[in-house]
């Protein structure tokens, strides 16, 4: 476990440095852009992980739900418990279809 946080801190400084300091290349301005913005959003991710994992695992903290993320690639993916026989949480994405009360539930595995 500290090896791996000891690797997040690594990626975590680098990543700050490329987003401080982009590379230069003369005609991709716009993708050096692109993979900064790319960059510093999954560099709050590994940031948010890091200090979940050292409260969680090495300290014995309980993480509230509200602080968890449940997937990085659908941000507004929900934990929802339903309380099913031996299936008591499951990952959820919900949507609105309507600007009234109707709304559809996709189930993920």
Known sequence: MKQYLHQARLLEARVIELVKQPPLALGSEKLITAIVEVLS???????KFKDQIERRLLNGEVIPADEKIFSIFEGHTEWITKGKLNKKVEKAICYS???ISISLLLITK
């Open 97 to 99: 279809l309507l600007p």
């Open 41 to 47: 959003k999954y560099k709050n991710f590994v940031t």
